[in-house]
């Protein structure tokens, strides 16, 4: 293949290049249960349980700004990102390994603030830090996270187990994480700009926290437990809503119909996404970041949704052949798109 | 504390800073067996077996040169680096995660070379490729991976168990790892002042692979079961032997005699040593990356080595009070030091 044919990574996006890259990997091992498709990989071990593994990586310039984002934040969110994972499969985490890549400049004291944020993330969500590797880097700090869950062999929820008719529920509510980015954003262009003047930040608190320090629903794991419920599928949002409600549809064969008036927004997110000229159902559907997690449920289980609080039923699943749509309060449906964050 | 006072990383070394940034975190999960300080982390499952979990990160131009370090050779090595913990601690690894960050201008294809690297080496250790992470990288090519592996709850090796009088091991020879290396940053520099001289590579082919397609050695974990011979601690080498030997007296509260005229050091390491004016107990000791198993043995099972030719007695184990020494030809004694491969 000439120079000039050549693809670049941009042109295939994230999940194409996962795809393009690991499609010829088989899996050998016995205890292999499930390879690359889901939050996490699936490991068997004897007895009732089963091991749960995931990885994700935190690049300065991409994933985080040291300009606007505590090194303490920075290491409670990488914990937060990981675990997430491993609530997505209805488990839960128990030990992570924490790899860093810093440069031998950095100053001893910052990289304690960075642990003390992993130490607090390792108490509220009870995890154990249990290895990983330290290392010099070139180019801007590099925290590498690995997470290891257990879960019960038969109460593990897969992307891919959804079906026609199944209500499609999420918890908390959408878009404030990324419109707290926003808002970081727009100071730091104002600071830049004349750096006399102060951030403005009062108010915004609870966005802010959302993009700087996310809370992955370790609580949501404890209500299905109480309510003796499993989700027929589970993700978690981490590139958007509908980034992620394409992913349930295409590992469980199905489509989704969801309802924009339902899809939960907080007060305070509209307001700030008028205030910045930004539509909020954009912001709940694209923006990403949430934490927080999707889920599909048996129309058996509707009671335990209802007029829950935590949750909001956004749509159900359909057919496959009917797409996902997105229906308006005025009853007209559109083609959903995932425009979701794309760091490549 | 001041600016002027702040300590930076590089005046406390990489396993200073480990010490000074996980002091202050205690392991809660009854499933966390061993945490921060072996090759791996020990986790309990039901049954008789545990899991291991490893974790470590290649950094371009920290741990390699892109300028002779071929994609695939790397993919291979950055599998060898992990499994090669497991092996440390007598288990099997079964499964890798790989979290990679990228330029987005990377050419697609590079990556399936690197990819190709990863799955012959997924191929030869038989292990299963099962998640990881793909991410933008604004500098250089990050690998991240980590690795979950398998053991009998009885036949774990630690670092810890090393007692006076057992016998100290390493399979293989040592030094041939670094002076490759060597070799392939002087092509590297006649190149540089010429670029019309082609580099002379041939005859340290053997020299060359140890550095940048080193085999990590599930063959002796393999002997091991032969033999029914279990080590009474192990470690593998990466940042040199008398690095790691450290590593085993402090782990094990001894201290280590060792004969310089015991280390195994190849023909061709002793002949291009002696070109390149180095001196080979020297390379053997600190040039580290060799991925060799260093071991300790009851005294019972001497025979088991005695004239195996995988094998060489390179000393034994003494009281702590004694210190890590290195006895020459002579008899004379002199502290052992280590300046293994610091990348801070």
Known sequence: MSENTKN????????????????????????????IGDDCAVISSEGEHCKLLSADMLVEGVHFNL?????????????????????????????ITVSLGVSSKFPVEALKELYAGIKAACEFYSVDLIGGDTTSSYSGLIVSISVLGVADKTNISFRSG?????????????????LGLQILEREKGVFNANPNIQPKLDGYDELIKRQLQP???????????????????????????ASEIMHLAKSSECSFSIYSDKLPIAEKSILTSEELGLDPFVCALNGGEDYELLFTADQKDFEKF????????????????????????????????????RHF
């Open 215 to 241: 809370i992955a629903r370790k609580d949501v794991i404890s209500m299905f437990e109480e309510m003796s419920f499993k989700p027929t599928s589970m993700i978690d949002i981490s590139d958007g809503l």
């Open 8 to 35: 670049e990574i941009e042109s295939i996006g994230e999940f194409g290049l996962i795809d393009e890259l690991t499609r010829e990997f088989k899996l050998t091992n016995d205890s292999s249960v499930k390879g």
């Open 67 to 95: 300009s606007y984002m505590p090194l303490k934040s920075l290491g409670f969110k990488a914990v937060s990102v990981n675990v997430s994972d491993v609530y997505a499969m209805n488990g839960k985490p128990e030990q």
């Open 306 to 341: 209802k007029n829950n609080p935590n949750f909001s039923i956004i749509g159900f699943a359909t057919d496959k052949s009917n797409g996902n749509l997105l229906i308006d309060k005025n009853d007209s449906a559109v083609t959903l798109n995932a425009q979701g964050w």
């Open 162 to 178: 959804a079906k026609e008719n199944d209500l499609l529920i999420v918890s908390g509510d959408l878009g404030s994480s990324y």
